[in-house]
């Protein structure tokens, strides 16, 4: 039992739901009490009305009697199956938007470990945790109603026969027990394959363009068939499993019904059982079988759930980034300053920033320069908080930034990155991205204060040109240009350029240069540029003198 204990963390999630839960689980109640009489009355139907009495006007009662229980135990199952149904599409959603929310809170240096598309199987497993709340598996649960009235009614009917049918059950889990060792890490083994295979999908769907212009083809397909190799193994393996398990149950089941019927057959012939009783019996002996092999088989069906709750839970337990930085950042930026601080994104390798010594404040404009791959990026990340140094510290404001919650910091900074991510919607919802407070004629005031509209004008559609996920459509100058406005539409205390004007023409850069030497609404301002920009800087860092061993 205890490796199903998983199940109880799904109980804050039930919380919301109970009514739901209680009325659904009352209603299947009622239909497995509304069916217990049906068999009975079959047999008394046979027995007396047809073999006894003979009688057409019994007849026709009874079934009138007989086919309003089953509309009864219809109308009342669909309804609550259907409440079922509601609660199991609630549950898994909600699931999945506290998946979706705290993967957005991980830090960076666990996500840029891990493949998208990896991390996108792990959140569509969890779908299967519904399966537990799906109305079949509920009525296995409630199967165990079902079970005792007929047990209550089958003793009525013949003890003798009821003995012989129980002490067949044994004989179910018996057969079960033998072969469950192994499913729960075939099923694991499955699920991890799935999930390594939805990252090679995303890999192809995301690189499809450089897999056509390198003739990629084959070798992604290379890796794509041994990903799908191990899950199409771990599959059959899982599938085998299930299936041996059906059939054996099955075959258990046949032969207790024949030799049920062998005993019957014998009590029938030597007048000890009548046809009708025999008839109300089976159809009890059925219910008891049924009931039965559910159980038996709630094992194959609930180990796939338990896994995908850990797995789920496995995620919801990682740290979030900002778990231990507890401070707001609630006054404006003035300073940062690097004191010692080195950084390397993998434990064993050299360090990519080595002992940087640094101050920017207030007026200052500062040009980043280096190497590629001198840490200019992974500067400007550490300052954002989406990295941590390794050693040394990062003073906001002389504070450390190590407690300082992370959204506080961002909120303060606007930042034209390297590849510029656009979102799927308009050149304007992509410019007022996360920006609530602000609206169309913010934006366009701000064009038109900087004299920016012949910029906007070259989009097709202007401020409404749609734009398709992660800027396709759009040139890398026009998403700068996005993302530039972005940047500076809400007043911020820190602007960052990181090579973002690399892909701008000389006319736009030039506009833009001059926008930020022009204007002081920002209290820092630092620059990535390989190239000697036509720009006042009053300081510079070049990161090639941090290399470690430099
Ligand atoms: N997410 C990451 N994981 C591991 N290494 C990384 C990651 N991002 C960048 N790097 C490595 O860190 C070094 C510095 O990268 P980056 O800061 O982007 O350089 P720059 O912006 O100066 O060209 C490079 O060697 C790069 O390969
Ligand atoms: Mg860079």
């Given at each position: 039992?205890?490796?199903?204990?998983?199940?109880?963390?799904?109980?804050?999630?039930?919380?919301?739901?109970?009514?739901?839960?209680?009325?659904?689980?009352?209603?299947?109640?009622?239909?497995?009490?509304?069916?217990?009489?049906?068999?009975?009355?079959?047999?008394?139907?046979?027995?007396?009305?047809?073999?006894?009495?003979?009688?057409?006007?019994?007849?026709?009662y009874f079934i009138f009697i007989l086919a309003l229980l089953?509309?009864?135990?219809?109308?009342?199952?669909?309804?609550?199956?259907?409440?079922?149904?509601?609660?199991?599409?609630?549950?898994?959603?909600?699931?999945?938007?506290?998946?979706?929310?705290?993967?957005?809170?991980?830090?960076?240096?666990?996500?840029?470990?891990?493949?998208?598309?990896?991390?996108?199987?792990?959140?569509?497993?969890?779908?299967?945790?519904?399966?537990?709340?799906?109305?079949?598996?509920?009525?296995?649960?409630?199967?165990?109603?079902?079970?005792?009235?007929?047990?209550?009614?089958?003793?009525?009917?013949?003890?003798?026969?009821?003995?012989?049918?129980?002490?067949?059950?044994?004989?179910?889990?018996?057969?079960?027990?033998?072969?469950?060792?192994?499913?729960?890490?075939?099923?694991?083994?499955?699920?991890?394959?799935?999930?390594?295979?939805?990252?090679?999908?995303?890999?192809?769907?995301?690189?499809?363009?450089?897999?056509?212009?390198?003739?990629?083809?084959?070798?992604?397909?290379?890796?794509?068939?041994?990903?799908?190799?191990?899950?199409?193994?771990?599959?059959?393996?899982?599938?085998?499993?299930?299936?041996?398990?059906?059939?054996?149950?099955?075959?258990?089941?046949?032969?207790s019904t024949v030799f049920i019927l062998l005993i019957s057959?014998?009590?029938?012939?030597?007048?000890?059982?009548?046809?009708?009783?025999?008839?109300?019996?089976?159809?009890?002996?059925?219910?008891?079988?049924?009931?039965?092999?559910?159980?038996?088989?709630?094992?194959?069906?609930?180990?796939?759930?338990?896994?995908?709750?850990?797995?789920?839970?496995?995620i919801m337990d990682l740290d979030s980034e900002d778990s231990?930085?507890?401070?707001?950042?609630?006054?404006?930026?003035?300073?940062?300053?690097?004191?010692?601080?080195?950084?390397?994104?993998?434990?064993?390798?050299?360090?990519?920033?080595?002992?940087?010594?640094?101050?920017?404040?207030?007026?200052?404009?500062?040009?980043?320069?280096?190497?590629?791959?001198?840490?200019?990026?992974?500067?400007?990340?550490?300052?954002?908080?989406?990295?941590?140094?390794?050693?040394?510290?990062?003073?906001?404001?002389?504070?450390?930034?190590?407690?300082?919650?992370?959204?506080?910091?961002?909120?303060?900074?606007?930042?034209?990155?390297?590849?510029?991510?656009?979102?799927?919607?308009?050149?304007?919802?992509?410019?007022?991205?996360?920006?609530?407070?602000?609206?169309?004629?913010?934006?366009?005031?701000?064009?038109?204060?900087?004299?920016?509209?012949?910029?906007?004008?070259?989009?097709?559609?202007?401020?409404?040109?749609?734009?398709?996920?992660?800027?396709?459509?759009?040139?890398?100058?026009?998403?700068?240009?996005?993302?530039?406005?972005?940047?500076?539409?809400?007043?911020?205390?820190?602007?960052?350029?990181?090579?973002?004007?690399?892909?701008?023409?000389?006319?736009?850069?030039?506009?833009?240069?001059?926008?930020?030497?022009?204007?002081?609404?920002?209290?820092?301002?630092?620059?990535?540029?390989?190239?000697?920009?036509?720009?006042?800087?009053?300081?510079?860092?070049?990161?090639?003198?941090?290399?470690?061993?430099?």
């Open positions: 039992m205890r490796k199903y204990k998983s199940l109880i963390k799904l109980v804050p999630y039930m919380k919301n739901y109970k009514m739901l839960i209680i009325l659904g689980t009352l209603g299947l109640i009622a239909s497995s009490l509304i069916y217990a009489p049906i068999p009975y009355l079959i047999g008394y139907i046979i027995d007396k009305v047809l073999l006894k009495n003979k009688n057409y006007y019994q007849l026709y089953y509309i009864l135990r219809y109308t009342v199952s669909l309804v609550s199956k259907a409440l079922f149904i509601k609660f199991q599409n609630f549950l898994i959603n909600n699931i999945r938007l506290e998946l979706i929310d705290k993967i957005l809170e991980l830090p960076m240096s666990f996500l840029s470990n891990q493949e998208k598309g990896y991390i996108l199987g792990r959140v569509s497993e969890s779908g299967n945790i519904g399966t537990l709340f799906s109305p079949q598996f509920i009525t296995i649960f409630l199967c165990i109603f079902d079970f005792i009235l007929a047990l209550f009614m089958m003793l009525s009917l013949s003890v003798k026969l009821t003995f012989i049918v129980c002490i067949t059950i044994p004989i179910y889990f018996f057969t079960v027990k033998n072969s469950s060792n192994n499913f729960h890490k075939i099923t694991k083994a499955a699920f991890e394959n799935k999930a390594v295979l939805d990252a090679s999908t995303f890999e192809i769907l995301n690189g499809i363009e450089e897999i056509k212009i390198l003739n990629g083809k084959s070798t992604q397909l290379g890796r794509y068939k041994t990903n799908l190799h191990n899950l199409i193994d771990s599959s059959i393996k899982q599938n085998k499993y299930i299936m041996f398990f059906t059939e054996n149950i099955s075959l258990v089941d046949d032969l057959g014998i009590m029938i012939l030597n007048g000890h059982l009548t046809i009708g009783t025999y008839t109300a019996f089976t159809n009890y002996m059925i219910q008891i079988f049924g009931t039965t092999r559910s159980f038996t088989g709630l094992g194959v069906m609930l180990e796939p759930i338990c896994i995908s709750i850990d797995r789920v839970q496995e231990c930085r507890n401070e707001d950042l609630t006054e404006e930026i003035l300073s940062i300053r690097f004191e010692e601080l080195s950084f390397k994104y993998n434990k064993n390798t050299q360090n990519i920033i080595n002992n940087l010594n640094f101050e920017i404040n207030k007026g200052d404009r500062v040009l980043l320069s280096g190497d590629n791959g001198t840490g200019k990026s992974t500067l400007i990340k550490i300052i954002l908080g989406l990295y941590f140094p390794d050693k040394g510290k990062l003073l906001i404001n002389n504070r450390n930034s190590f407690g300082i919650s992370t959204k506080s910091i961002r909120k303060r900074i606007g930042i034209v990155s390297q590849n510029v991510f656009l979102f799927k919607g308009s050149v304007l919802e992509n410019i007022l991205y996360a920006q609530n407070d602000k609206n169309r004629q913010d934006v366009v005031n701000l064009i038109s204060k900087y004299n920016l509209e012949k910029y906007i004008n070259n989009f097709e559609n202007k401020l409404d040109t749609i734009i398709t996920q992660n800027g396709s459509g759009v040139s890398g100058g026009q998403a700068q240009l996005i993302a530039f406005l972005r940047a500076i539409l809400t007043k911020k205390d820190v602007i960052i350029l990181d090579e973002g004007t690399s892909n701008l023409d000389s006319d736009t850069k030039k506009v833009i240069l001059n926008v930020l030497e022009e204007s002081n609404f920002y209290n820092i301002l630092i620059i990535i540029s390989h190239q000697k920009e036509s720009f006042h800087f009053n300081k510079f860092i070049n990161l090639n003198q941090y290399k470690e061993n430099s």
